[in-house]
Nanobody, 127 residues
Framework: VQLQASGGGLVQAGGSLRLTCVAS????????MAWFRQAPGKEREFVAA????????????DYADSAKGRFAISRDNAKNTLWLQMNSLKPEDTAVYYC?????????????????WGQGTQVTVSS
C-alpha cells in the first residue's frame, strides 16, 4: 500500500482544515487506517484511527483525547481515501500529520503497529 497525504497548510487558531490520504491497492477496505502527528522535537503521536471490524463495511473510530470533539476521521473505500476533518484548531495542533495503514493492528494508537506511512503534510496553526 502506498499512501499520499495532502491538505495541510497555515490556518489561524479556531480555523479548520481537512487532510486527505489517498491509498493505492485493491484491498483498501480491509485496512486499518490512522492519522498520527509529529511536532518538532517530539515523538510521533496518535491522533485518530478507523479500525476495520472484520466484517462488511463496519469501522470503529478511535481518537486521542486531544482530538475528541474537534477532529473527525472518515473514509470512502470506493475512492481509496481517508480524511481527517480538523475543527477548532489550536497552536498546539501544529505538526506534520501522517496517515498510516496496516491490515492487522493490535494497538491502534501505537505508531509501530503500522507498516505503511504517507509522506506527511504540514499543519501550522497561528495564534
Amino acid at each position: 500500500v502506498q499512501l499520499q497525504a495532502s491538505g495541510g497548510g497555515l490556518v489561524q487558531a479556531g480555523g479548520s482544515l481537512r487532510l486527505t490520504c489517498v491509498a493505492s491497492g485493491r484491498t483498501f477496505s480491509t485496512y486499518n487506517m490512522a492519522w498520527f502527528r509529529q511536532a518538532p522535537g517530539k515523538e510521533r503521536e496518535f491522533v485518530a484511527a478507523l479500525r476495520w471490524s472484520g466484517g462488511s463495511s463496519v469501522y470503529y473510530a478511535d481518537y486521542a483525547d486531544s482530538a475528541k470533539g474537534r477532529f473527525a476521521i472518515s473514509r470512502d473505500n470506493a475512492k481509496n481515501t481517508l480524511w481527517l476533518q480538523m475543527n477548532s484548531l489550536k497552536p498546539e495542533d501544529t505538526a506534520v500529520y501522517y496517515c498510516a495503514a496496516n491490515e492487522v493492528v493490535r494497538e491502534t494508537s501505537r505508531a509501530g503497529a503500522y507498516d505503511y506511512w504517507g509522506q506527511g503534510t504540514q499543519v501550522t496553526v497561528s495564534s
